[in-house]
């Protein structure tokens, strides 16, 4: 960004690419965003280590204040999974637990203006630093073919090879309607994790945009400065109810699958 003149398209277009490495040499087949996959490990160890602080000096009796919080949210998505839920695995609210928190606190990265982090790594040579994994949508798109993979597991469990296969191809419309049923449950199982991780990325990335053209317009002159203020406490207020709703959505919507996964047409 040296030496170019600051607008507000360059300073949205800059916060908005990610730092890629590329593997393959001189014809690479893949690029990796790394600041998305350093961000998302990062917040994965965070809450982690912020559980286990919770549970290293867990009492049967009176808790702690930072043991009763973890307590009642987790039993709060307990709760949620529970009465979702309606097969037998064991696996589903540790699942509904990784996701919530995982993506709520890669969502709470929303709240740290960008500048905040990006000109401290500039300082080191650092180009590029997008600093929200939600609004990456290779993010979401990994984690919602993750619940994607999930869910065939869950098929298989419950059904078998054999019933999948022959739900897949005779319902809802019976067997003489076969080729139907096979496009209509394709569409139907694919469109799943697409709409999963397109809703999460739609927000986040839609929500990163307009704090940033806050953030520029609010630049010029102290009036400026002033309504930039403002308006960027209202939005940052506003994506106070945004953030944990959209990893609540995203967790249901995976317990959701999961459930009818194993349900019968």
């Given at each position: 960004m040296?030496?170019?003149?600051?607008?507000?398209?360059?300073?949205?277009?800059?916060?908005?690419?990610?730092?890629?490495?590329?593997?393959?040499?001189?014809?690479?087949?893949?690029?990796?965003?790394?600041?998305?996959?350093?961000?998302?490990?990062?917040?994965?160890?965070?809450?982690?280590?912020?559980?286990?602080?919770?549970?290293?000096?867990?009492?049967?009796?009176?808790?702690?204040?930072?043991?009763?919080f973890?307590?009642?949210?987790?039993?709060?998505?307990?709760?949620?999974?529970?009465?979702?839920?309606?097969?037998?695995?064991?696996?589903?609210?540790?699942?509904a637990?990784?996701?919530?928190?995982?993506?709520?606190?890669?969502?709470?990265?929303?709240?740290?203006?960008?500048d905040?982090?990006?000109?401290?790594?500039?300082?080191?040579?650092?180009g590029?630093?997008?600093?929200?994994?939600?609004?990456?949508?290779?993010?979401?798109?990994?984690?919602?073919?993750?619940?994607?993979?999930?869910?065939?597991?869950?098929?298989?469990?419950?059904?078998?090879?054999?019933?999948?296969?022959?739900?897949?191809?005779t319902?809802?419309?019976?067997?003489?309607?076969?080729?139907?049923?096979?496009?209509?449950?394709?569409?139907?199982?694919?469109?799943?994790?697409?709409?999963?991780?397109?809703?999460?990325?739609?927000?986040?990335?839609?929500?990163?945009?307009?704090?940033l053209?806050?953030?520029?317009l609010?630049?010029?002159?102290?009036?400026?400065?002033?309504?930039?203020?403002?308006?960027?406490?209202g939005?940052?207020?506003?994506?106070?109810?945004?953030?944990?709703?959209?990893?609540?959505?995203?967790?249901?919507?995976?317990?959701?699958?999961?459930?009818?996964?194993?349900?019968?047409?």
């Amino acid at each position: 960004m040296a030496g170019e003149a600051l607008t507000p398209t360059t300073y949205i277009q800059h916060h908005l690419k990610n730092l890629t490495a590329q593997v393959g040499g001189d014809g690479p087949f893949w690029t990796i965003n790394v600041d998305t996959f350093v961000t998302a490990v990062l917040m994965g160890l965070l809450i982690v280590f912020a559980f286990w602080l919770a549970t290293r000096k867990a009492t049967a009796g009176v808790p702690g204040k930072w043991q009763a919080f973890v307590e009642i949210m987790l039993e709060f998505v307990d709760k949620q999974a529970r009465d979702t839920y309606h097969g037998t695995s064991k696996l589903v609210t540790p699942i509904a637990i990784t996701i919530f928190f995982w993506i709520l606190m890669m969502n709470l990265l929303k709240m740290i203006p960008a500048d905040f982090i990006a000109k401290p790594l500039e300082l080191l040579g650092v180009g590029y630093w997008k600093p929200v994994p939600t609004a990456d949508v290779n993010a979401t798109l990994g984690m919602s073919i993750s619940v994607f993979f999930l869910m065939i597991v869950f098929a298989f469990r419950s059904k078998g090879f054999g019933g999948f296969a022959k739900e897949f191809l005779t319902a809802p419309f019976g067997k003489w309607m076969m080729p139907f049923n096979l496009i209509l449950n394709i569409v139907e199982w694919v469109s799943k994790p697409i709409s999963l991780a397109m809703r999460l990325f739609g927000n986040m990335f839609g929500g990163e945009i307009v704090f940033l053209l806050i953030w520029v317009l609010g630049g010029a002159g102290i009036v400026g400065m002033f309504g930039g203020a403002v308006f960027g406490l209202g939005w940052m207020l506003f994506h106070l109810l945004v953030i944990p709703l959209q990893a609540f959505i995203f967790m249901m919507l995976s317990i959701v699958y999961l459930s009818l996964s194993e349900d019968s047409h």
